[in-house]
Structures are given as structure tokens and as C-alpha cells.
């Protein structure tokens, strides 16, 4: 049976287009131009134009066709009842590192699908494997010119590659990264690193064979296996000691100097964890190449220092402060990973603010394990047994990332307001900037 294309409305937005034709939530868009529409990407591609025949459903059953003149590229203003305006594609691999294999059971269902969908890449910034990635996927891609597009690549072995995603057909799926080069589509790429499988010589080769797709591929990251305690009747994958992280620095390094002399960028970069692991200081700020790949865990620590040094160098709150004089108690929860770099810039923070005390407390991961360290894998149920614990000052700051997106919900889906009222404590969840940490130490507000 042929799939419905039409797409419900969920929303029109205020002093819109789409208001002033007078759609409404429940209104169904058919077509536009004569087009149907696939997904989001059809939807702004051929909205994009300065005349539009727009066919839609109402909702009482009656077909309106709109004619409308506006700018190109100007928002139609409706949002729909599925943000992508199709199905999520799931993934086909099996890969010994996958993350969703290892979760426990009894957590809600959504935590256990393995997406794989190239439209994520462009919409929230996923990591794609290409193995999913149909024909008519890679010409939408050229045709519409979207980028950039995030590429799970782990290794450029191609038989490695089938090993690795335990599918046959991984390694031949590489090969779209070259026609994706040849149409001079942006790409970032990724390596998750496995002790005694993807590394050592197999991680040399790999950044050396990408390093033929700059500038089109304009950086690559490399970020250790996560491992839970949940990984019975799974692949045995060991962590990275310190001798480990220190060989795998020593390669990415290798790298950034020939990129750099050859192609004016570092490209290739080690994930925060590798210099916590290796006992060794974070690169400078110039080695980030502008923070490419921030949201994959690589710079956030020397991004956060140098903003909040910067911040706290700025005078301009002073005059926010209320009760100078008045003695401050102020708790931070975080994951192990970034406990040392707060503890520093507490320190900073408390030499310019005596009478405010901050405490740092690291939250040990008893959920998933110890050997997971990042806060956005805390739960609340951790977060809350140990800071009874250790007990919390008049107020609690919380990163931003152990909540879901524009929810105030963890990841066992206790809410914020059930830890307040497990804590009785006044809570404020912090953004991931440096200015943002500040302002929450201080009270204050931008």
C-alpha cells in the first residue's frame, strides 16, 4: 500500500504566512508546487522559492489550494506533528561497541532504538554509518547540497569495518564517502576506539586515509569505547589505561602537525578523555581548529576554563551581587570526567569571592557503572543517594546534559522537581557555557 504523504500541522506559528492563510493545528499539507513531500528536507527545499501553490486538507475533510508570493527563502511558518515528517530509519549493524547494547533492561523503549537515519546527521548532529544510506539517500544529498554530514567511520579497513559493524556490507559503504568528496559535500567525521581492535597501526592508517578527503572532510574525532557493566554475552572489550592514552595522543598528534604544515587545520582530534587518561594538559585553544567537534566531547574542557576565566575576569556582575558579606554554600554535581576542572575553576572562583563556598561533588556512576564517567549519563537515583550522602548547600547547580533536551526529565525519568523534593534544596541547571557557570555561582542573571 502506498505511504501517506500528507504531513499534520501541529502548529502555525504567531504573525506567520501560514497564520495569515489561516492554517491551523490538525490541517494537513499535501503537496507544494505539485510536489509531495517526503520528509523535512522536500518541505524546506521546495518552500524555498518566491511563488508556491500550496495544496492542504483541513481539517473537515476540504482542500484548499493557496497561492502564495513571499521572499525565497522565507519560513512558511508551520511546524508539524513529526519534526522529521517521516519515519525514524533504524540501524541494521551489530557493533561490538554499540552503546545501546548495554543498557539495562526496564528503562523506557525509546532508549533501546539504534537510529541510523542520514537526516538526523543534518537535523541534531548523529553520527551516521553510511550502511543504511540507499541511492536515492546520497542523490537527495547532492541534490539538495545538505551538509554537514557526520560519518561513523571507526575504521577505512574495510574488512575491520564489516567486523567491527558486523555487517558485510560496511566496508563497500565507504565507498560514498568518496562520491560525497567528489560533490564537495562537508563531512566530519568520528572513530570510536577499541582496545586491541581499531587501534595502533589500524588508527594510523584510518587518519591517514582521510586525510585525502580535506578539505571536504573537515575534521575527525577520536573518542574511546564507553563500557558499561552490562555487557554479558557481548564482545570482551578492555579500557584504555594511561600508557594506552598516551600512544593514542602520540598518533593524533602525528597527524595535527602534518595536517597543520600541509593544510592549515589540525583536523584530526583527541576527545577530552584521552589527555584526563593520559595525566596530560588539555591542547591549547588553537589546536581545536574553532571547536569543531564540540558536542563529541572534544575541547569542551578548554572551552569551558577560557570562558569562564574570561567571564570571571569581568567586573560587569559586581554590581548584580546582593550581601557581599553574606556567607554562600553552593554545590556542583557533576560526572568524574569534569569534576578536577570545576574543582580549579572553583578554586579561581572562591580566591575572587571568599564568601561564597563551592563544593564539588562527583557523582560515581553506580547505574552503568564506574568505568562511565560523563555527566550526561548520571541518574537522578545516583545523583540523589549520593548527594544525601555527602550532603548540599543552599543551592545545587546541575549541567545542562544530564536532563534531556528541553525536558526536565533524566534518564531514569525521575523529573527536576522530584529531585528538588528528594533534596529540599533550590536547583538550577546550568548551560554549557563558561559565562553560564559563572552567573549560576553568582545568583545573577545575564
Known sequence: MEKDRSHIIKEVKPGSIAEEMELEAGDKLISINGHELEDIFDYHYFANDDYLI??????????WELEIEKDFDEDLGIIFENGLMDDYKSCSNKCVFCFIDQMPPGMRETLYFKDDDS??????GNYITLTNMKDKDMERIIRYHLAPINISVHTT???????M???????????????????????N???VLCKGINDGAELDRTIGDLTKYMPYMRSLSIVPVGLTKYREGLAKLEPFEKEDAIEVIGIIEKWQRYC????GMHFVQASDEWYLTAGLPMPEAERYDGYIQLENGVGMMRLLEEEFNEALANDSFESQIEHHQIEHHITIATGRLAAPLLEKLSACFMEKHPNYHVDVVPIRNDFFGERITVSGLITAQDLVAQLKEHGVGERLLL?????????????????LTDVKNALQVETTIVKSSGLDLLQ?????NE
Not at 157 to 163: D, K, S
Open 165 to 187: 559493524l558486523h555487517n558485510r556490507f560496511a566496508g563497500e559503504a565507504l565507498k560514498k564517502i568518496d562520491v560525497f568528496y567528489e560533490h564537495e559535500i562537508e563531512m
Open 260 to 263: 597543520m604544515e600541509k593544510f
Open 399 to 415: 549541567p545542562c546534559n544530564m536532563l534531556r533536551i528541553d525536558e526536565e526529565v533524566f534518564l531514569d525519568d525521575w523529573t
Open 189 to 191: 567525521g568520528q572513530v
Open 119 to 124: 537526516r538526523l546527521s543534518f537535523l541534531q
Open 54 to 63: 500550496v495544496l492542504v486538507e483541513k481539517a473537515n475533510g476540504e482542500e
Open 440 to 444: 549560576a555561582l553568582l545568583g545573577v
Open 157 to 163: 579497513n574495510p574488512q575491520l569495518r564489516c567486523e
